[in-house]
């Protein structure tokens, strides 16, 4: 199993660099070329919601990006560590009070899109921080003719 791990500040400008890491690596690993676009547009939307969850909460850390090759399948995993409340911890996050309503709808849409891209995704969250998993098939490189 080949990871690549990526780190990057939490600023937009470096969503695009993490995107085209990822395709990059996608490709090496044997994900089909007709599903890298919808690889680069999932990460992109996953690091751009890590980057709006780490400025929202006055993050400093970095967000983590972790590329995994294993024997059929390519995984992309993007963490950070804003805290995460559990839908209905929070009655006063959806009275629209000081914006929070917007920002639970902006990430309740992102998570929607990421989904729409990805058969294969997994959300989890917590206090300490919150982690997308995806993962696509890859193909084997075919055997070398002599």
Do not use: Y
Request: charged share 25%; proline share 6%.
């Amino acid at each position: 199993m080949a990871t690549v791990e990526l780190r990057f500040s939490a600023l937009p400008e470096h969503v695009r660099t993490a995107r085209l890491v990822a395709a990059a690596v996608a490709r090496r690993a044997g994900v089909d070329e007709a599903v890298l676009d919808e690889v680069r547009l999932a990460v992109g939307e996953a690091c751009t919601r890590a980057v709006g969850l780490h400025q929202g909460a006055g993050i400093s850390a970095p967000v983590r990006v972790s590329l995994i090759e294993e024997e059929k399948l390519f995984s992309i995993e993007v963490g950070d560590e804003a805290p995460h409340t559990v839908p209905g911890d929070n009655p006063g996050a959806h009275d629209g009070a000081d914006g929070v309503d917007a920002e639970t709808e902006e990430d309740e849409m992102g998570l929607a899109v990421i989904s729409g891209l990805v058969d294969d995704v997994e959300v989890t969250a917590g206090e300490n921080g919150g982690l997308i998993r995806m993962s696509w098939p890859t193909t084997p490189p075919a055997a070398l003719v002599p």
